[in-house]
């Protein structure tokens, strides 16, 4: 008898749970801290792709293996970031930036400087990136969004919701 109840207060729990409505995120310090250092390989591995995609040795197979990757670390295609390869540096979706990177003639490559996240007191779901693009013979400095975002994942025969890094909308200083 006790087992029985056991195991009904056991699946129980989480059914309450289920109820409570949406919670604001509760995340650790420690845990944010690792997001937050976590925030500039994620700027520093999007423009790695962007030079990989300028390489004009990389084949066609390789050059969308490398998109998809780029992608991944969006939560979308639809996202604005600055155009590198346009004298302009106006701003463009990911896919467009990705398209006019495999597109060059020749390879670029970009370093990160001055780079500074930013969180709001009391935010424990956004960042706002501060950094310098170098390139070529040129420098852009920009701002960027990185967020968390919860996301459902299959592992096997399993459901998770897991949380998410991800590159957001830039904006030019």
């Known amino acids: 008898m006790k087992i029985l109840i056991a195991l009904l207060l056991l699946f129980s729990i989480p059914a309450i749970a289920q109820d409570a409505g949406p919670a604001k995120r509760q995340v650790a310090a420690k845990t944010l801290m690792a997001y937050e250092a976590k925030s500039k390989s994620k700027v520093a591995e999007f423009y790695n792709y962007l030079e990989l995609l300028t390489d004009s040795k990389l084949d066609t197979e390789m ?9 991944k670390l969006f939560s979308d295609e639809k996202k604005l970031v600055v155009d590198v390869f346009n004298k302009k540096q106006a701003l463009v979706t990911l896919d467009a930036l ?15 400087t001055d ?29 960027q969004t990185y ?8 592992f096997g025969t399993q459901t998770q919701v897991v ?3 991800y590159l957001g909308n830039v904006k030019l200083m």
Do not use: C
């Open 98 to 112: 990705l398209q006019a990177a495999a597109s060059q003639k020749e390879k670029y490559s970009f370093t990160i």
């Open 115 to 143: 780079f500074k996240p930013t969180r709001a007191v009391g935010n424990t779901e956004s960042w706002t990136l501060h950094y310098k693009l170098k390139y070529k013979n040129s420098a852009v400095v920009v701002e």
């Open 163 to 165: 949380t998410m890094a």
């Open 63 to 71: 050059k969308t293996q490398v998109k998809a990757q780029a992608k």
């Open 147 to 154: 967020f968390l975002e919860d996301v459902i994942k299959d």
